[in-house]
């Protein structure tokens, strides 16, 4: 049998496996990815889109602009089909973007194939057992790893959570989906349609970009959603499910014909109890599955890749204690579980009857006032995120603005000085006022000026800090001037380093 080591190995090569991947090979950490599928193409479309504080997280590692160039950007945070505007949030990408799962993946896979990253592809891990020093994975084919830390980031049937035996508990499905891509025969009515049953829709696949625009174009596949009369059908739904789906709905399937992909999803929310065990993680889909309604899941999985990735890394690196992994799932639970909530309610306000559309125009005419509106669409598009990391400054637990800088090489953007993944000490007083040398290698400190309003989503202003100590996944842990004192406690807590 061939074992081979590796810092960390991660189970799953989907969005959040790739940005995780990416995070550990920027902190120099050996991670390898295990993915069965034999290439990065994915079958049907899947998630549609990136919400502003993802899009703003790949800025931080100097990657959005190969997504934003290839797709559309848009008002795309919704409530349960209500369009909630964020371009007046103070952040350089207020807006999402509309832009395919496959090739999401295909530009991620394309940034973590610039690091070192080893990738072992049409291979399947079939178990995992874990000791005090490591992680024995086992492989389809018969071979096997051995790993310091396993991350499942093997989706919402994760083998890893199960072989781990972490529980996911939640609710189980009260509406089900078919969508699939399949040529048609006839001519349906394209768009969205609504009836007793449920939400059904025809749409256009083949678009082009045309002066900034999506265009859709006659011909070729067409993507189908139906909303199936009963829930809790098993096994993988076949052309025939989709024709009878169809005709109950419309009296006719269309002629659909020659799929390349069908699938069924649901509105079960489950989530797992704890993101750990051991020397066992867990990351997107596989820690949590919901509707996707608001379009959340790929955008929660990366961001749990940020938070967890340099994490991680210190851990392996013995930089930090192995306590550090147990403020991943602080933080990150509770986000996924307000995800869960949100979604759940979508599912009850997208319901078909006369009661529920009159609730629905009702919230619809309170999310019309400013500050609803705005508190929502912080949630839906991840800009307000606030990690529970102390009391004192607003910017405690939250993202760091992406303010201009003006520093004594020029002018610079905060969030390019994230792109590497470090930690930075931002010091907006007199120049040379922090001092940190010994911890000098692991702690970026940068004096700057900054004239900018400081001003945050929902909250609006905030007072100007005279110093902010900001992690790799660009949330803020430590603010303020240089004589007060909780800065080197800051940096103990997170980053390892003993107080000077
Ligand atoms: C119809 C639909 C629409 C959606 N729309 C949106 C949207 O608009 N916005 C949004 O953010 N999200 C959306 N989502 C959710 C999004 O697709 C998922 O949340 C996202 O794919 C999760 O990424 P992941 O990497 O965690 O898991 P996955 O994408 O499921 O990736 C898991 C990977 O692990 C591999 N794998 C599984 N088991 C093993 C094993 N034992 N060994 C090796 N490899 C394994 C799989 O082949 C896969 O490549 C939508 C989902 C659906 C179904």
Redesign the pocket.
Known sequence: MHTSDHAVVI????????MLAGELALAGVDAAI????PNQELA????????ARTIEMLDQRGIADRFLSEGQMAQVAAFAGVALDISDFPTRHNYGLGLW?NHIERILAGWVAELAVTIHRG????GIAQDDTGVDVALSGGGALRARYVVG????????RKAAGIEFPGWDPSVS?L?AEVEVAGEPTWGVHRDAVGVHGFGKLKYEIRDGEVVYLDGGPARV?VTERQVGSAGEPTLRDLSEALIAIYGTDYGIHSPTWI?R?TDMARQAASYRNGRVLL????AHVHY?AG???????VQDAVNLGWKLAQVVKKTSPESLLDTYHAERHPVAARVLRHTMAQVALLRTDDRTDALRETISGLLGIDEPRKRLAAEMSGLGIHYELGDGHPLIGRRMPDLDLATANGPLRVYTLLHEARPVLLNLGDPGGLDVTPRADRVRVVDAKCDGMWELPVLGAVTAPEAVLIRPDGYVAWVGDPAQPGLADALTTWFGLAAA
């Not at 189970?11 to 790739?18: E, I, K, N, V």
């Not at 379009?295 to 999985?301: A, E, P, R």
């Open positions: 189970a799953g090569c989907g969005p959040t496996g790739l295990v993915e069965r599928r049907g479309s899947r998630a549609g889109g990136l919400h799962q291979i399947e891990v079939t980031c093997d989706g919402g049937r994760s083998l890893i989906n969508i959603m699938s999803f990351a997107g889909d596989a996707p379009g959340q899941g790929l955008n929660l999985g």
